[in-house]
Nanobody, 127 residues
């Protein structure tokens, strides 16, 4: 069974940093086309935060550009989100996801609809 598990969430003061990780099990992500991070703030819709394709090309939401960095490890099937200079507006549940069909649906990008595998989410609170 394919699973994604997020880790690294927590509570941090404004201006602080957190590093989220997403661990995939049940399959190898070395061939996965697109990996992404999403978040959902209380009372708001889920939004894309960052994406990275298998060639390392990244894309970010305007609200996090210059503060967040997405990266991936092909072995052992992990990718990360380094979050710096956090603000209260970054509070929410953060999800990781992967999708190999985006290569045929407009490409890997932060605004894409991910139809692949999703993690359960990890809470990030900036307060």
């Amino acid at each position: 069974e394919v699973q994604l598990v997020e880790s690294g969430g927590g509570t941090v003061k404004p201006g602080g940093s957190l590093r989220l990780s997403c661990q995939a099990s049940g399959y190898s992500t070395s061939g996965s086309y697109c990996m992404g991070w999403f978040r959902q703030a209380p009372g708001k819709e889920r939004e894309g935060v960052a994406s990275i394709d298998k060639n390392g090309k990244t894309d970010y939401a305007d609200s996090v550009k210059g503060r967040f960095t997405i990266s991936r490890d092909n072995a052992p099937n992990r990718w990360h989100l380094q979050m710096n200079t956090l603000t209260a507006e970054d509070t929410g549940i953060y999800y990781c996801a992967t999708d190999s069909s985006l290569i045929a649906r407009g490409g890997c990008r932060v605004g894409a609809e991910f139809l692949g595998t999703w993690g359960q989410g990890t809470q990030v609170t900036v307060s």
